[in-house]
């Protein structure tokens, strides 16, 4: 049997807006666009022009590092325009899609258990599919030229307001199997998947994961951020300098199975509509590429909301008039937290969140929180506080890592374990910062730093 791990530290912010078990499909937008700034480090060319017609799942623009790196469209329609910025840098290609019948580039329908390793990459690569599976350390989209010491697949989320992953793959068991053999090809048996421990929280059925050894099947137990990929990967396998580990999403596993089963890029997500500013929260079935007024509408409950494309600790600020990003799951909406509040901190806050005792919310350990997006405070002097230790179940030292990497030292970066982290990983260190530091984007430019220099 695979390892039992219980997370003792971390926490689980309790929010209003979870969304309900019911999915529906969105229509088209009247225009897609594909970001480029969807992809860390990605130099994009554009292969198509204006005016052309496109099939799905054909290549719109490659990396010009790395020219088998190619972004599909996921729709068959006419290249609308190239919307460039400054230095003529790419920012959105945009289509206008088919409205009647999506038009598909064909690939053969295969048993991915049956394809070699070498043909089942090229096939990956050759549809655009590729694309979602990522590397750690760096999280970018993983070099085909190396091989992983093993593959990681997270089957449950614990973030705020997550989408239940088992609900997700539940609408398709037999693409997200075929994606799971083709994973098993691609790891040579090193696959490695994430589960609840406990039965009551479990919403996947596993009878999706046979052909998966039980010694490569893992329980996990506890608060947030059980369910992060880099914490399972530290549990289970930990990085070293040198190595590779490859992470999927489940719903990409989804796309995956579709590849070979189907034999085309579908690349339709479901999507969980989530927060206390949305009437009823649920899930959609839609590409990414579409707009996000497609999503929210008339589903708002308020005006002044922050739209987020991802969870309120880690997702990006987006609007109704954004696209739906490439790897987005899930879209947020929160009220805005722009309005002075009278006395503050000094109010008893019986419905206000805390992780110390400074309210007696602590009291409600259970209690659901209607959170805005006021952070109480501004940037201060960075110091030893101890917070970090108690929400990140990692063995490393986070606020000496964090300086480290301020000081752009890369030997002690490499000690304090800088191969083994994400931005994610370091999420709920950022919520609870008295000093309110920006981790995620120290990690992130940590991250940036050691692999250009490093």
Same mark, same amino acid.
């Given at each position: 049997m695979g390892k039992s791990i219980r997370i003792r530290r971390g926490y689980d912010i309790r929010l209003e807006g979870s969304a309900e078990k019911t999915s529906s499909a969105l229509p088209l937008s009247d225009v897609i666009a594909l970001k480029p700034s969807d992809f860390p480090s990605f130099l994009p060319k554009v292969l198509v022009s204006p005016g052309e017609e496109i099939l799905a799942g054909q290549p719109v623009?490659?990396?010009k590092d =790395?020219?088998?790196l190619r972004i599909c469209s996921p729709v068959s329609g006419e290249v609308a325009e190239v919307v460039r910025g400054e230095k003529r840098q790419i920012?959105?290609?945009?289509?206008i899609p088919? =409205?009647?019948t999506t038009r598909y580039l064909e690939f053969p329908k295969?048993?991915?258990?049956?394809?070699s390793r070498g043909d089942l990459l090229q096939r990956l690569l050759d549809s655009g599919v590729w694309n979602y599976i990522r590397q750690r350390p760096y999280g970018l989209i993983a070099d085909p030229a190396d091989v992983p010491k093993s593959i990681f697949v997270s089957c449950f989320d614990s973030a705020p307001l997550a989408p239940s992953l088992g609900f997700v793959v539940g609408q398709e068991p037999e693409n997200f199997q075929a994606g799971l053999q083709a994973l098993q090809v691609l790891a040579n048996g090193q696959l490695h998947l994430g589960l609840r421990a406990d039965p009551a929280d479990a919403d996947l059925d596993e009878s999706v994961l046979r052909g998966i050894p039980p010694e490569h099947i893992h329980r996990f137990s506890g608060p947030h951020p059980a369910g992060n990929v880099g914490i399972q990967i530290h549990h289970i396998s930990p990085i070293q300098k040198g190595e590779v580990v490859w992470v999927v999403h489940p719903q990409d596993v989804l796309v995956i199975g579709r590849l070979f089963r189907e034999g085309r890029y579908r690349a339709q997500r479901t999507i969980a509509l989530t927060g206390s500013c949305v009437a009823r929260p649920q899930y959609f079935q839609m590409l990414a590429g579409q707009r996000i007024s497609d999503l929210t509408g008339a589903r708002l409950q308020a005006d002044h909301c922050r739209i987020i494309q991802g969870n309120v600790l880690t997702g990006n600020r987006s609007s109704a008039d954004d696209f739906l990003s490439f790897y987005t799951n899930q879209v947020t909406v929160i009220p805005e937290g722009d309005q002075?509040?009278?006395?503050g901190w000094l109010l008893p806050g019986f419905k206000k969140l805390s992780l110390s005792r400074t309210y007696?919310?602590?009291l409600a350990p259970n209690r659901v929180y209607r959170l805005d997006t006021n952070t109480h405070g501004e940037e201060r002097a960075f110091v030893?506080?101890?917070q970090y230790d108690k929400v990140l179940p990692m063995d490393i030292f986070p606020v000496h890592l964090l300086k480290a990497i301020l000081a752009r030292d890369i030997e002690r970066m490499e000690q304090l374990g800088i191969y083994e982290i994400a931005e994610e990983d370091f999420a709920l260190c950022e919520f609870v910062c008295t000093s309110k530091i920006e981790v995620q984007k120290i990690v992130a430019e940590g991250l940036d730093y050691i692999r250009k220099e490093g």
């Open positions: 623009f490659f990396d =790395r020219p088998n920012l959105e290609v945009r289509i088919d =409205r009647e295969q048993d991915p258990a049956g394809v002075p509040e009278f006395l007696f919310s602590w030893m506080t101890g």
